[in-house]
Nanobody, 122 residues
Framework: VQLQASGGGLVQPGGSLRLSCTAAGFSLDHYAIGWFRQKPGKEREGISCISASELTKTYADSVKGRFSISRDKAENTVTLQMDNLEFEDTAIYYC????????????????WGQGTQVTVSS
C-alpha cells in the first residue's frame, strides 16, 4: 500500500514548509512512518522516522534541529515540519511505513507512492 506525500513547493533559503503523509483506506496508527528524500542524481535517503507509539523520533544529522516529525491520529496524517531550509534540502520527498524506526535506510518498500518536490532556491 502506497503512502502519499504532499505539501512541497518552492521556498527561499531559511524558509519553511510542512509536508504531510497520508494513506487512503487504512490507519497509520500501528506503523512507524519514515520520511525519505531523493536528491537529483543521488540515492534515496531516510531522514526522519516516528514510531507507532510516538516515543521514538529519529532524524538524520543533516536535518536534526531543523525538521520535526509528528502525528495527528485524528487526521490519519504524519507531518514533517521543515524549518530553516537550505539549498541542499532540494529533493523529492517520500513517506513510507514499516513496523520499527530501526535501520530506516534499509526499509524494504516494494512500491513507493508519489513524492512531493521541495525546491529551495533564491
Amino acid at each position: 500500500v502506497q503512502l502519499q506525500a504532499s505539501g512541497g513547493g518552492l521556498v527561499q533559503p531559511g524558509g519553511s514548509l510542512r509536508l504531510s503523509c497520508t494513506a487512503a483506506g487504512f490507519s497509520l496508527d500501528h506503523y512507524a512512518i519514515g520520511w525519505f528524500r531523493q536528491k537529483p542524481g543521488k540515492e534515496r535517503e531516510g531522514i526522519s522516522c516516528i514510531s507507532a507509539s510516538e516515543l521514538t523520533k529519529t532524524y538524520a544529522d543533516s536535518v536534526k534541529g531543523r525538521f520535526s516529525i509528528s502525528r495527528d491520529k485524528a487526521e490519519n496524517t504524519v507531518t514533517l515540519q521543515m524549518d530553516n531550509l537550505e539549498f541542499e534540502d532540494t529533493a523529492i520527498y517520500y513517506c513510507a511505513k514499516d513496523y520499527s524506526c530501526r535501520e530506516l535506510d534499509r526499509w524494504y518498500i516494494p512500491s513507493w507512492g508519489q513524492g512531493t518536490q521541495v525546491t529551495v532556491s533564491s
